[in-house]
């Protein structure tokens, strides 16, 4: 299972990375915004700045949302490096771009997944990623890792290369069912990553492995 980290925050992308298991960033303009990151320029700097920090997969996602602005955005953002890839909403104009960039070898995450229907297009058009929300889709009381389990059987089916990308994933549990349902990725702040390593077992036998080595050895 490849971990992403959900954040456009380049200290916490580099603490991820330091701890030497991170495979990718994803953004949106709200994580963008949250940091006041803004201006065309500025916007695609702070992505140059992210894929400076990691190895490969950095998600950056088009304003646009018709075709030719999604293609004009998407081919800019992808010439920023190569370690890119272009998120792109499940639209009808999204799904078109998709194809396109699929076509030209270009890497995509079709992003706010809600449904097996809008997976299973965003597939065919040759999305690289899909990105479903669970965490969202359980604020309405809808099932978002039963959401996961449709896309890993649908796609399984039909042998589809598209990869699961758990979204809107917040909390430790979250990610775990995620690895056991078979997500390929999944993409989640640092504190749900960093949550993964709490024990109370593994804080007790440490202090008591120091405690015993103290005695011994004064
Ligand atoms: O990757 C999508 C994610 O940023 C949405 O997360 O917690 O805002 O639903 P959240």
Do not use: W
């Not at 140059?48 to 490969?56: G, T």
């Amino acid at each position: 299972m490849k971990f992403f980290i959900d954040t456009a925050n380049l200290n916490e992308i580099k603490e991820a990375y330091d701890l030497g298991v991170l495979d990718g960033v994803t953004t949106n303009p709200s994580l963008m915004a949250k940091e006041g990151i803004s201006g065309e320029e500025n916007i695609k700097n702070h992505y140059k700045a992210i894929c400076n920090i990691v190895d490969n997969n950095v998600s950056a996602e088009v304003i646009a949302t018709d075709l030719e602005g999604m293609i004009r955005e998407g081919e800019e953002l992808a010439a920023l490096d190569d370690k890119i890839v272009v998120k792109v909403p499940i639209i009808k104009d999204g799904i078109k771009a998709i194809k396109y960039f699929s076509d030209k070898g270009i890497r995509t995450n079709c992003t706010l997944i809600f449904s097996p229907g809008q997976a299973i297009l965003a597939a065919k058009a040759g999305a690289t990623y899909v990105s479903p929300f669970i965490g969202r889709l359980d604020d309405v009381s809808f099932n978002g890792l039963e959401l996961i389990e449709q896309l890993v059987l649908i796609y399984q089916n039909y042998g589809f290369d598209t990869q699961i990308l758990a979204a809107s994933v917040r909390h430790s549990m979250h990610l775990i069912q995620c690895a056991e349902i078979g997500a390929d990725v999944a993409t989640c702040p640092l504190n749900v990553i960093t949550g993964l390593l709490n024990h109370p077992l593994t804080d007790k036998g440490l202090a008591q492995f120091l405690a015993d080595h103290k005695k011994s050895n004064g």
